[in-house]
């Protein structure tokens, strides 16, 4: 795997080739502290990435979620015990108060890449 | 910006801070939070769980967004406040100013000054730390006793017994959990108790800990002349609210100790608020999560000029302690004046019931339940209020407590008491337009938590006279049968095509699994196939059923049972070689586990290569056809069953249906085979074979019933084909056959009618139906192996394509490799075993 660290301290791991995505669809990612996030891209062309820990369960599976929408909000729903989480916030739908964590993705020339820490981690 | 203070990084201080961030839109706050202890904010609810396997991190209550706005110091406590000034001191020597402190420093764990409390060996309950230290003691401990039996004592016992000691419980009280349950419920609590295993020692009162030479904890002393020897003592006595903070500075205190607040939860200084179990509101401290979670709510509501209220809260609870029901809510020990009891003592049935009720006999005032708490959530909103009717009744064994009707109750009655959502706004909901439940939770909240108010919800929605749509999901308004309709007629045969001409939004777990099976069924091609790989769910996705660590299970097709040695010896080679867990199913055939996502090619390929394909196990479609050995061995046998369950299980396998279909032939009317516990049972008579439909194990067992009998061969098939088909066409999702024909238009004779007798004269299309599914079929596992698009979708990472899953271990049971570490299975972060 290779990762890319740009000036602002914000480091880039590359995920796979943008064509490699099936829409609809997730894949695993490994990061380079060992932690996994679950990226998915959506039927409109769309990037996200969650953790891909179900809290529920503790199993690396948000990956092979189903996605889908609940009210227009993009979402992914656990693989194991159906619980369905928000794709933008990482908030879990049917328990108050478990989320996700969520990572900025982005696409360049033809590769997709991931941000290797969450979304408002402290460094 | 505004400076918000939080002292104190427990459950209601996180909780606090998150409700500020929700709230404080605009950003006119920066939060600064002081936490003593070293680790963020973890779910002390569900501390014990510590003890079956839970990790720090399993603990670990949803992180604070930490950016520029918050600020998180772990392991710094305040030493002082500076009200004048406005400052707090850290244990850093660090101030910091505020223009709003909020006090949220809960309490701390009571040690009654006995001779010996303090000797190494003894321990408190309440940190992720005391867990540690106790973990680190029993390391060499046989025995350990707890000091108090109320609810938190009994918690400790279990963990004790959890790290494999023998437990003790010391209550001085004649009985255990005195300040829940009554004498009666506590002598039933009791013997459920020693049941367990966990020694409950009532009625003594602990005089002092000895030590042995090393000055160790050994002994503990009761009264005069008892005494337990152990190696660890935990104490489990009560809290003490931290008020010392509030004490030197000043601030009034309420009259049992903890800060005394208003109800804008504000403490006698304005710039200050206490909140959780620090805070004394009207002269009452809580010890429960959820009347500080509500106070958190009114100080963030505060801060941002709102004009929420605290006023009390309720202190009903319902818990499962080591496996044992307990409830108790309202005024359970009836300590009002003038009340009356009404109590069931079913001594034998290890159950007590009691209902406090007012002196007229007409108002519920609380109630107690031991052993049984299933009346709980229909019985609890009911206090305050006139009975439904004879309470006895409600509590009897015979009476079905959880039945009384929600009719009975009036319209301010809590309905679900975690979110606090009354009848009235349920019902209001329900006029608004919410016509299921997840409407309900979604507007109301209602439901949303314990979930045990989901009941009473469905018969406000029924009894409303909303009729339970038959909408798919909140995507389709159809039901399953009328998207087949749909498909069948227009011969869409895409699920973007279908959501965009007949439903909205983009789909979901529930709608693109059913339509990907519909579109299967109707002769699809292969599942994984252009976009019906995206439907799918993780089973059919991966072809294989998910395990509880992320892993699958491989179940090769063994049709009939029926297995050649060579086969038998090539399934126990891939098993060996993969070093997969190996059991022999329930459905005649083997099942082996724990194979990573990247490993399921290479095992079929083996599997394939030796004549063996796809099981469906992980499919709503055909699994097994059960046999039994029939004429060719058995000496009762009629008929060749081993050969038919082949021939049927051949014909069927692959078929997509709305749920799992089983299948089961016996070679006489001994029935070794189970025929008539599957939805499709056949049995060999001497004529023929007779044909049974509708059974089922499973959650609601059902005996399959005749519908055609003495039939030869080639009927018999034809009756199975047009049966299936008609199946597939019209029945709801996840509906087994059972429930299926009970729901249908004139039930098991119309059926038979349609099957036997072609009573609406489509049985030629559904056999044709069947004669296409039969032609098309090919395995789907060899599907993937020959095609490279699908095959890569079969890694662990995508960046990593090989590198196996580090959070999947293993360890062995049995000699068999098991997954490693605990189940967790169940709500994380939020209180899994206690309903406040
Ligand atoms: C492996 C096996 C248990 C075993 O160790 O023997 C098993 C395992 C599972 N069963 Fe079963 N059932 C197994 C025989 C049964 C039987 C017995 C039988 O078939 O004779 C029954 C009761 C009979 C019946 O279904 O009528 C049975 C009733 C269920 C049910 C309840 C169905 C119901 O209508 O109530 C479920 C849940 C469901 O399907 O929604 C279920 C679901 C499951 C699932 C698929 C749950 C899941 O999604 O993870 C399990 C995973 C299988 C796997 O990973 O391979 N399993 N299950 C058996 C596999 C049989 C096979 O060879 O395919
Ligand atoms: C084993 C166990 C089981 C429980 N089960 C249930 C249950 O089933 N249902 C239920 O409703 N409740 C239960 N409770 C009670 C529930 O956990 C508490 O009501 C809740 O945690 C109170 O939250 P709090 O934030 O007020 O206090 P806490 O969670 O105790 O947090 C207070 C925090 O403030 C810190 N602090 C104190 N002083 C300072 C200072 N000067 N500076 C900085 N930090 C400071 C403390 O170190 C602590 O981390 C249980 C408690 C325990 C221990
Ligand atoms: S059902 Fe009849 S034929 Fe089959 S094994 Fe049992 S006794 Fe023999
Ligand atoms: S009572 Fe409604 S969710 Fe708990």
Redesign the pocket.
């Known amino acids: 795997m290779t990762v890319t660290t740009l000036t602002h301290a914000q480091t880039w791991v590359d995920a796979c080739p943008a064509d490699a995505l099936l829409r609809e669809r997730g894949a695993a990612v490994l990061l380079p502290d060992g932690t996994q996030a679950a990226l998915f891209r959506l039927f409109d062309g769309s990037l996200y990435a969650v953790g891909n820990i179900d809290p529920f369960t503790g199993a690396a599976v948000m990956s092979r979620g189903i996605v889908g929408d609940r009210g227009g909000e993009p979402t992914v729903a656990s693989p194991m015990l159906k619980q369905v989480f928000s794709l933008r916030t990482g908030a879990c739908l049917d328990a108050q108060g478990v989320r996700l964590p969520t990572y900025t993705v982005r696409e360049r020339d033809t590769r997709i890449e991931i941000a290797a820490r969450p979304d408002g981690e402290v460094t | 910006m505004r400076q918000l203070v939080v ?9 606090l801070v998150e409700a500020v961030r929700d709230r404080d839109t605009e950003g006119t706050w920066a939060i600064t939070v ?4 070293s680790r963020p ?1 973890y779910d ?5 769980s510590y003890f079956d396997g839970a990790t720090e991190a399993d603990l670990r209550m949803p992180d604070l967004v930490t950016d520029d706005r918050i600020r998180l110091r772990l392991g ?4 002082s406040i500076d009200r004048a000034e406005r400052t707090v001191t ?2 850093t020597g660090d101030r910091v100013g505020y223009d709003a402190l909020v006090l ?6 009571f040690v009654p000054p006995v001779p010996g409390h303090d000797l190494p060996g003894c321990h408190v ?3 992720i730390d005391d867990l540690e230290a106790i973990t680190a003691t029993a390391e060499f401990a046989r025995t350990g006793v707890v000091i108090g039996g109320g ?2 004592g009994l ?2 016992a279990n963990a004790l017994r959890l790290l494999g000691l023998e437990a003790h419980v010391v209550e001085m009280a004649p009985w255990l959990m005195p300040r829940q349950v009554d004498e009666g419920g506590g002598a039933v609590l009791g013997r459920l108790i020693d049941d367990t295993g966990v020694v409950v020692h009532s009625g003594a009162a602990l005089s002092g800990i000895e030590a042995d030479a090393d000055g160790h904890a050994v002994r503990v002393r009761l009264g005069e002349d008892e005494a337990i020897d152990t190696d660890i003592v935990v104490f489990s006595v009560g ?1 003490r609210p ?1 008020d ?2 509030a004490r030197q500075s000043g601030l009034d205190l309420g009259p049992r100790g903890g800060v005394a607040i208003d109800t804008a939860c504000r403490t006698s200084d304005p710039h200050i608020y206490a ?5 004394s509101a009207d002269g009452m401290v ?7 979670n509500a106070m958190a709510e009114v100080v963030a509501d505060r801060l941002l000029d709102g004009r929420a209220a605290f006023t009390g809260s309720d202190t009903s ?1 319902k ?1 499962k302690l080591l496996g044992i029901d307990v409830a108790s809510f309202g005024d359970a020990l009836g300590a009002g004046e003038n009340t009356l009891d009404v109590v069931v003592n079913d001594a034998p049935g290890k159950r007590y019931a009691k209902l406090v009720i007012s002196d007229d006999a007409r108002t519920l005032l609380g109630g107690i339940l031991v052993g049984d708490a299933s009346a709980y959530a229909s019985l609890r909103p009911l206090v305050g209020r006139e009975l439904p009717g004879d309470p006895l009744a409600l509590i009897s064994p015979s009476g079905d407590g959880a039945a009384i009707g929600v009719d009975a109750l009036p319209d301010d009655a809590q309905i679900c008491s975690c979110n606090a959502v009354t009848k009235a706004q349920i019902n209001h909901a329900i006029e608004g337009g919410a016509c299921d439940i997840a409407a309900l939770k979604g507007c109301t909240k209602a439901g949303t938590s314990c979930g045990s108010c989901v009941p009473m919800l469905k018969t406000l929605l029924s009894q409303a006279g909303v009729e339970q749509s038959s909408a798919l999901c909140e995507h389709f308004t159809h039901s399953r049968a009328e998207l087949v309709q749909i498909i069948t007629a227009t011969g869409i045969a895409t699920f973007s095509d279908l959501i965009a001409r007949h439903g909205t939004g983009r789909g979901c777990d529930i709608c693109k699994p059913a339509v990907a099976s519909i579109l299967a069924s109707l002769g699809g091609g292969h599942i994984l196939e252009g976009e019906q790989a995206a439907l799918q769910d993780t089973n059919d996705h991966f072809l294989a059923n998910i395990q509880r660590n992320g892993t699958y299970s491989v179940v090769p097709r063994i049709p009939g049972g029926e297995i050649t040695p060579d086969k038998l010896i090539v399934i126990g080679e891939v098993a060996r070689d993969f070093n997969l867990y190996t059991k022999i199913t329930g459905g005649q055939r083997i099942d082996l586990f724990g194979a990573r996502v990247e490993q399921l090619p290479e095992i079929w390929r083996r599997l394939v290569d030796a004549g063996f394909e796809s099981g469906h196990a992980y499919g709503k479609s055909l699994r097994t056809v059960k046999s039994c050995v029939g004429s060719t061995w058995c000496r009762y046998g009629v008929q060749d069953s081993v050969g038919l369950a082949v021939e049927l299980e051949l014909r069927y396998r692959g078929l997509r249906a709305p749920h799992k279909i089983k299948a089961g032939v016996s070679g006489c009317a001994r029935e070794c085979a189970e025929a008539r516990g599957k939805d499709i049972g056949v049995i060999a008579t001497e004529n023929g074979w007779n044909l049974y439909v509708g059974g089922n194990g499973g959650f609601t067992p059902r005996h399959a019933q005749l519908i055609a009998s003495d039939v030869d061969h080639d009927t018999l098939i034809r009756y199975i084909d047009r049966f299936m088909m008609f199946y597939i066409r019209t029945a709801d999702r996840l509906q087994r056959t059972a429930p299926w024909i009970e729901a249908m238009d004139g039930g098991l004779d119309h059926l038979r009618e349609v099957v036997v007798e072609d009573s609406l004269g489509i049985a030629r299309e559904l056999e044709a139906d069947m004669a296409r599914h039969v032609s098309a079929y090919a395995d789907e596992w060899r599907g993937v192996l020959e095609d490279p698009d699908k095959l890569a979708r079969f890694v662990s990472f995508t960046n990593a394509p090989g590198t196996p899953d580090p959070t999947i271990r293993f360890e062995v049971e049995r000699d068999q490799p098991v997954p490693a570490g605990p189940v967790t299975l169940g709500m994380p972060a939020l ?1 899994t ?2 309903e ?1």
């Open positions: 002292i104190g990084n427990g459950m209601v201080g996180h909780r002081l936490g003593e202890e904010a002390r609810v569900a501390l014990s710094e406590s305040a030493t850290t244990s949220a420093t809960g309490s701390s764990p309950y309440r940190t609810l938190l918690e400790a809290v931290r010392e903070l909140v959780g179990e620090c805070a809580y010890g429960l999560i959820a009347p500080g609870t818990l209180p075993h206690a406040v």
